[in-house]
Antibody
Framework: EVQLVQPGAEVKKPGESLKISCRTS????????VGWVRQLPGKGLEWMGI????????RYGPSFKGRVTISADKSISTAYLQLNSLEASDTAMYYC??????????????????WGQGTLVTVSS | DIVMTQSPDSLAVSLGERATINCKSS????????????LAWYQQKPGQPPKLLIY???TRESGVPDRFSGSGSGTDFTLNINSLQAEDVAVYYC?????????FGQGTKVELK
């Protein structure tokens, strides 16, 4: 069974950094893009970025460039999201998700077929 | 960046009726080399992560009921939910994965009339 496991919640102060883990299992980690999506309270989905663990190719959303780092530890099939200089407006749910792998072509794409349950991040002084 | 615009923002549909959601991209998401539209649809229920319904604009994800169907090409796409069930009440998002950064539509809330 494919699983993406995230911590349930994090509480941070303004100015601090956040690092969320996404521990995966049940599939070949390096074959799939892994992405991060943010959802502000009561709002829509915001694409933060993705990483292809096979070659460490990383892409970031423009709203987060310079403040976010996506990384992975292939040895433990875990992806990470780091967000620096936190502000109260970063209070949100953060999801990791797995990119779809097309077995016919051997290519992975960045539509997300499996999602973690999300990490609720609260930034407050 | 490719901007995705959904319409309507919300709609109320009676049980058993059809719900239609539109998604328009600011540029084509059809990749000519493969003739595939890099367009996906997701369903999100309260307190849950999104769930992939449709990819390549019209391919239903495994396990998704066949009352869900996607259509369209280029810049204009549609998600239809035939014979709406109570469990279909949710917010629906389109996503283009043609060009980085990927982008989502703003979401369409489907409610029962």
């Amino acid at each position: 069974e494919v699983q993406l496991v995230q911590p349930g919640a994090e509480v941070k102060k303004p100015g601090e950094s956040l690092k969320i883990s996404c521990r995966t299992s049940g599939y070949i980690f390096i074959n799939h893009w892994v992405g991060w999506v943010r959802q502000l309270p009561g709002k829509g989905l915001e694409w933060m970025g993705i990483m292809y663990p096979h070659d460490s190719d990383v892409r970031y959303g423009p709203s987060f460039k310079g403040r976010v780092t996506i990384s992975a530890d292939k040895s433990i099939s875990t992806a990470y999201l780091q967000l620096n200089s936190l502000e109260a407006s970063d209070t949100a749910m953060y999801y990791c998700a797995r990119g779809y792998y097309d077995a016919l072509t051997g290519l992975s794409h960045s539509n997300f077929d499996k999602w973690g349950q999300g990490t609720l991040v609260t930034v407050s002084s | 960046d490719i901007v995705m615009t959904q319409s309507p923002d919300s709609l109320a549909v009676s049980l058993g009726e059809r719900a239609t959601i539109n998604c328009k991209s600011s540029q084509s998401v059809l990749y000519s080399a493969t003739n595939k539209n890099y367009l996906a649809w997701y369903q999100q229920k309260p307190g849950q992560p999104p769930k992939l319904l449709i990819y390549w604009a019209s391919t239903r994800e495994s396990g998704v009921p066949d009352r869900f169907s996607g259509s369209g090409s280029g810049t204009d796409f549609t998600l239809n939910i035939n014979s709406l069930q109570a469990e279909d009440v949710a917010v629906y998002y389109c996503q283009q994965y043609y060009g980085s950064p990927d982008t989502f539509g703003q979401g369409t809330k489907v409610e029962l009339k």
